[in-house]
């Protein structure tokens, strides 16, 4: 078990860039999932994936922003047009699906994104 | 929609002494399952126990342990024997066993600082 990894661990860009990071989940883990956190508060929900299927957006996920899981396997997520205000961490978790909603969510390291 | 908060931006212990972390939700749902999660300096989340709402027996982990409160809407998180190691942000979540939906929602957190 190597664990949720995101790449990269900091992002550094100018606003009205593009970004994009990328999240690989536990290998047997067919659920994805996307979170922003800001300074001080709890994570966020963004969205999820079931394998290659995207099955919820949260309305903070703006048109700016896009998600995806080719192949149920790692995801991306991008951000267009960065704003000050997408300045945040963002988290990858993974978990299986089946036997209910128990099962828990193994979080990554996050990407910290930052726009000057 | 449900909402869970955590009254106590911060906190400390002394180590080797016991500390709880409250926190409360609000759910019109039967079926949901609440959990703690760890989130020391380095960023990565950990899960540090789990309860299930049709469960009445509190939930155990070694030093950690709930007071789960159906009625009153309350999930506190008991450490017992503080260690260094526990100093961190803490997170209580809720997550849905009745809708489709997946997601965590997470409280504010509370800093634990654990003073030797």
């Known amino acids: 078990d190597t664990g949720v990894s995101q790449n990269p661990r900091h992002k550094i860009t100018k606003r009205g860039q593009n970004v994009t990071f990328r999240c690989d989940p536990i290998s047997e883990h067919n659920r994805l999932y996307w979170y922003r956190q800001t300074l001080g508060q709890g994570p966020e929900f963004l969205t999820y994936f079931q394998n290659e299927a995207q099955l919820e957006k949260s309305r903070l996920l703006s048109d700016r922003f896009s998600a995806e899981r080719p192949k149920g396997s790692f995801s991306t997520l991008e951000i267009q047009r960065t704003e000050q205000g997408d300045s945040a961490m963002y988290l990858c978790?993974?978990?299986?699906?089946?036997?209910?909603?128990?099962?828990?969510?193994?979080f990554g390291d996050g990407t910290r994104l930052s726009i000057l | 929609a449900q909402t869970v908060t955590q009254s106590q931006p911060e906190m400390s212990v002394q180590e080797a002494e016991t500390v709880t972390l409250s926190c409360t939700y609000d759910?019109?749902?039967?079926?949901?399952?609440l959990f703690w999660y760890k989130q020391p300096p380095s960023r990565q989340m950990i899960l540090v126990i789990r309860?299930?709402?049709?469960?009445?027996q509190n939930a155990t982990e070694n030093r950690f342990s709930v007071n789960f409160q159906k009625a009153a809407k309350s999930f506190s998180l008991k450490i017992s024997d503080s260690q260094l190691g526990d100093a961190a942000m803490y997170f209580c979540a809720y997550r849905s066993a009745e809708t489709s939906g997946s997601r965590l929602t997470f409280g504010e957190g509370t800093q634990l600082t654990v003073n030797p």
């Open positions: 309860q299930e709402a049709y469960k009445q």
């Open positions: 978790a993974s978990s299986l699906a089946g036997q209910g909603a128990g099962q828990p969510q193994h």
């Open positions: 759910t019109s749902e039967s079926d949901y399952y």
